[in-house]
């Protein structure tokens, strides 16, 4: 039988200096005193508030910043505040996505750090009553010749594929960057992508006083106890050993039955609310549900499938195992959904009920152990203004030089396609599965985007495509105009398959926002995002913040991460990167000025010469690129080019070498005469694609947009000519400068 409300938890009372070693502040421990009515909490209510109001799951620095991006459009199905968003793709049918990330656990743990981020990921995307169709990873790494970068690769690499081959979830892109500042704090974000019947899916909000919470999938061991507030939500000291017990332990195969029960009990129609267990497992669940709902909940720690003997109700409440979902169902279904559980083999455990009213009670048997207001918990949490200031001087040393500025064009080319954030990932992604379930249509090097096919496989069926992106060194010389640069990047790989951006998810990576430059980096990158994706009319559904990425040698680059989703009719004219045809017009598309538009500032060029960042990078019209975007992806779904790929990192040249090598053929280039060689040919801007295809369907393209043929496809050579230059590649040549990252994975 249940006690009485009038039950008081009682001691043991940690007091403020638990409170501090938890993460509170003593102005915050105040503000729980007084959400507790003037008590103090105990044991279990302490760590539970300490979790919620940390920085990880509260956003306490930058919830309000948040509040400023666009978050509604016409195929918007589920925004921000559920556990992944989702939007329209016709049929009666919506894809859900999101990306988060486990960073800090990553550096103390790779390989389970970023397994664990894998698995955290797919379970936002079943507890909408979506099945995952694709992973996705956006990595960040110090510089690879340092012993420890290349331990954290090779481990998080590993994780990540043992996850999601072991669970048949296809990684279908993704990014791997390598820079001297994520030396101390490696970035692993990850990003699923689900599908759905629009109708069927299931939102997280617990209803129905009287209702029964179940708890289903892996018992509950000390693995992650702490993990979000102590790893995430603090500063991370590199080889800091007493980090490790914070790092979850994943499964892949329990989430692989853990998938299955979660769908099979929705298409039953047994469930009220699902909700998946991540950072501060049963605590943030629970009472997110309540608050969703307006309701309270009784939880029983007593009733906890445990599979280490004599945990404290405190352990068990913010244990973070791995494989868990919490449920909300009507009493005369539990045994359905018991039943259904031990179908799938999934451990299922009745452990509370819905309550009328604001409570949320822990109970352990006839005990109550912890009774404090869900409001309080969930939505009184603090919410800081930010003191943002601009620093006087750069935050980041400039990069050893590997290039040297008497380096001529031959050289350069071959440095740049063979340095660590240019040479081919194959080594890397062919580690993954990028073809199980056998929706994959463009894989990863085919295109600038992964490209599935959706409900129906037929010809001339619909497709989605997705790319995730973010080049931190260009945010970190300007955070507004790197971030606008970072969505248009996103939105250009979809163009280049023909795919029209439906909505966008974001991880904002950053320092210690309570240091004014950083608060400034993380303010002007929001304000970056916000109107980037407002031109592209690419709401943001949802993302994930991680901040106080930094250690004594100062902080990361700032890295909003940027993942799209886009749709295109017909996944048959999805665009290829390689150049197709031997005679074909080679071609630049998008730049006002032509071949010369590009900048060096920030560029991959600038880092091989051992340049420091800039202060500021050029501004962008973003209107014309957005422009230039239609203009792609409409001549993309005309069958009208046969090859599309966008100047990115390494400029122009790269780009048309990167699409020699995709497609197995050179190419001759006549680019006239230029004011400056280096920047014509290395330097990088928003909106440029190097595009080939019959020279009347270019110039039909060039009606609309700024565009100038300069070449024609064929040979085995890559050769220029430009003022008085001429340089050639042999392609195999280009081929082995760009396969120097397969030493990394012998």
């Known amino acids: 039988m249940s006690p009485s409300p009038e039950t008081r938890p009682h001691p043991p009372v940690p007091g403020i200096e638990q409170a501090v070693a938890l993460g509170l502040t003593r102005d915050e421990y105040a503000m729980v005193v007084q959400e507790m009515d003037g008590r103090e909490p105990n044991e279990v209510e302490l760590a539970m508030f300490s979790l919620l109001w940390s920085e990880h799951c509260a956003y306490k620095h930058s919830k309000k910043l948040l509040r400023t991006l666009p978050t509604e459009g016409p195929a918007v199905v589920m925004g921000p505040g559920e556990n992944a968003g989702a939007v329209d793709v016709g049929g009666g049918w919506a894809v859900a996505f999101k990306v988060e ?8 743990e790779p390989f389970q750090g970023a397994a664990t981020g894998v698995g955290g990921i797919l ?10 169709i694709a992973v996705l990873d956006s990595l960040r790494f110090g510089e690879p010749d340092s012993e420890r970068s290349r331990y954290l690769l090779d481990r998080a690499v590993a994780g990540i594929g043992h996850y999601g081959n072991s669970i048949g979830v296809p ?5 791997v960057v390598f820079e001297a500042p994520y030396e101390t704090n490696c970035l692993v974000n990850a990003m699923a992508i689900g599908l759905a019947r629009t109708e069927d899916m299931i939102r997280s909000a617990a209803a129905g006083v009287g209702n029964v919470l179940v708890l289903f999938g892996a018992s509950t061991g000390r693995d992650g106890i702490g993990g979000a507030s102590v790893l995430a939500s603090a500063e991370l000291d590199a080889e800091d050993e007493s980090k490790r017990p914070s790092v979850q332990v994943g499964d892949p195969f329990e989430e692989s039955k853990l998938l299955e029960c979660s769908l099979a009990l929705l298409q039953s129609g047994l469930l009220v609310a699902l909700q998946d267990l991540g950072a501060a497992g049963l605590t943030s669940a629970a009472s997110e549900m309540a608050a969703k709902g307006e309701v309270g909940l009784d939880l029983d720690v007593a009733k906890v499938p445990l599979r280490e003997a004599d945990m404290a109700p405190f352990e068990i409440m913010v244990s973070e195992s791995q494989e868990r979902m919490l449920c909300v169902c009507e009493p005369g279904k539990v045994a359905d959904v018991l039943a259904l559980c031990e179908k799938w083999e999934v451990n299922g455990t009745a452990i509370g009920e819905v309550t009328e009213g604001n409570r949320f009670r822990v109970l352990r048997g006839d005990e109550v152990v912890g009774d404090m207001p869900v409001s309080g918990l969930v939505d009184d949490a603090p919410l800081y203004d930010l003191a943002p200031e601009k620093p006087t001087e750069s935050l980041y040393p400039a990069p050893a ?3 040297g500025f008497e380096a001529d064009v031959h050289e350069a080319l071959v440095a740049l396609l063979s340095s660590p954030n240019l040479a081919s990932r194959r080594p890397l992604f062919e580690q993954y599965d990028s073809i199980v379930q056998s929706r ?7 295109a600038d985007a992964a490209v599935l096919h959706l409900y129906d496989m037929g010809d001339g069926a619909p497709a989605i495509a997705t790319s995730i992106d973010g080049n931190g060194r260009k945010v970190a010389a300007d955070p507004y105009w790197g971030t606008v640069a970072n969505v248009l990047e996103c939105a250009a790989n979809l163009a280049c398959v ?9 991880n904002l990576n950053f320092g210690n926002p309570e240091k004014p430059h950083i608060a400034w980096q993380l303010t002007e990158a929001v304000r970056g995002l916000g109107d980037a994706c407002r031109a592209l009319e690419a709401p943001i559904v949802g993302g994930n913040v991680s901040l106080y990425n930094e250690g004594a040698d100062g902080p990361i680059y700032p890295t909003p991460v940027v993942g799209m989703v886009g749709l295109l009719p017909d996944a048959t004219r999805a665009g290829r990167l390689g150049f197709a045809r031997a005679g074909d017009a080679i071609a630049l598309v998008g730049w006002n000025g032509g071949v010369s538009g590009g900048s060096l500032a920030a560029s991959e060029l600038s880092k091989l010469r051992g340049e420091a960042l800039p202060d500021g990078l050029p501004a962008i019209d973003l209107a014309q690129v957005v422009g230039v975007l239609d203009a792609v992806r409409e001549a993309v779904r005309d069958g009208e080019l046969s090859s599309v790929h966008d100047v990115a990192e390494g400029g122009f040249l790269v780009a048309v070498a990167e699409s020699c090598l995709a497609g197995g053929l050179g190419a001759a280039l006549d680019l006239g ?5 280096w920047t014509t040919l290395f330097g990088e801007r928003s909106g440029g694609f190097v595009v080939s295809g019959p020279r009347d369907a270019l110039e039909r393209l060039g009606e609309r947009v700024p565009l100038d043929v300069f070449g024609t496809v064929g040979g085995d050579r890559l050769e220029i000519a430009v003022s008085n230059l001429g340089e050639s590649w042999p392609l195999a040549e280009l081929r082995e400068a760009s396969s120097a990252l397969a030493p990394l994975f012998p």
């Open 673 to 677: 005469d230029a004011e400056d060689v």
């Open 498 to 506: 023909g795919a029209q951006p439906l909505g966008t998810t974001n």
């Open 171 to 175: 990684t279908v892109g993704g990014e």
């Open 123 to 132: 379970r936002d995307i079943f507890a909408l009553g979506a099945r995952p």
């Open 101 to 108: 990330s486990h960073n800090h656990p990553s550096a103390v």
């Open 440 to 446: 994959t249509v463009r894989r990863p090097e085919e």
């Open 401 to 403: 030089a590997k290039l």
